[in-house]
């Protein structure tokens, strides 16, 4: 019995009908209860559930994939990601633990990142990078003179 079938409005942990996932409890962030997000008709039946896991699987996984390729070429490889980390999230409790941790560490980063001694280290860090990447430059450029790619071999 869930508490949309008698009548209770949230509050309950109820594992979802056939996940067997083993994790109860709300999600204390959203409220949720962690496990499958499949419309009622599909967890009732075996086949339609793993069937629509394998899909789920499939759809996370290509766009996982196409964010591994994304790394290193132009495009924004870590946001498809956790883009695909969020469609194997509606399914699977492992995704959403994953999704869950990376929240958190992303908001702690955010706060740290905000802080203004962290600020004012960053910049004074920054500064001085950016120093010893002119002075290298400038004695490069010094000692061999300003050659450019296309006039290399005349």
Not at 128 to 141: D, R
């Amino acid at each position: 019995m869930n508490t949309e079938s008698d009548g209770r409005s949230g509050g309950a942990a109820v594992a979802s009908p056939g996940g067997g996932t083993g994790v109860s409890g709300a999600d204390a962030s959203s409220g949720r209860v962690p496990g499958s997000r499949a419309p009622a008709f599909v967890r009732k039946s075996r086949a339609l559930r793993l069937s629509w896991q394998a899909g789920v699987f499939l759809a996370g996984l290509t766009v996982v994939a196409a964010g591994v390729v994304m790394l290193p070429l132009p495009g924004p490889g870590w946001l498809v990601i956790f883009g695909g980390m969020a469609v194997w999230a509606t399914e699977f409790v492992w995704a959403q633990l994953v999704l869950r941790w990376t929240r958190r560490k992303v908001a702690e980063a955010a706060r740290k990142a905000l802080d203004p001694r962290a600020r004012r280290r960053n910049l004074i860090l920054f500064t001085a990078g950016l120093v010893i990447v002119a002075v290298l430059l400038a004695i490069y450029v010094g000692r061999f003179g300003l050659v450019m790619p296309w006039k290399i071999h005349e």
